[in-house]
């Protein structure tokens, strides 16, 4: 009996992702094949999202575009896949190479605030500065990718760690702010 309700959640799952992607390719997003969606959010400017084949997000996962309207302001490379309640927010440009692995809870942003004396800060224009993460990347649970970093291919993020420079390839970086502590080389 447990086989058969086990089998009957996995089909009512698959069939949710299939709805979901139709329902977003409906409202703009490219998505490039199939892509296996949870529940996920995406409020607005579906046409600046693309995900290509076989990208997974989970329970929670939000895409946030905002700013001028473009195609591939925010891309989620092919079999990446991005764990609970990860966000992104792309202003200028976000991009994941194909493989990459998202842990829960992490933040991906690609501007600031400025914040010029004499001016309230949420008065004040955003700073973009694109943000790439490499293919098979990992970044642990809780972290956070600030504007303008590069995360090079294979490179490791620690859970919990603040990246605001660029982290070369195949490096393992930790902490806040994140520092190369070795090389999986």
Known sequence: MRSILQWCVRIGGGLASRRRNLWYRALGVRIEGYCWLRDIRIPRQWEDIRLEKGAGLDHGVVLLCSGE???DKLVLGRECYVNRYTI??????????PRAMFGPYCYITDADHSFEPGRAVMDQPMRPAPVVIGEEAWVGGHAVILPGVRIGRGAVIGAGSIVNKDIPDNAIAVGTPARVVRRRE
């Open 88 to 97: 992104f927010d792309a202003h200028e440009h976000i991009e994941v190479g």
């Open 69 to 71: 309207r473009r195609p």
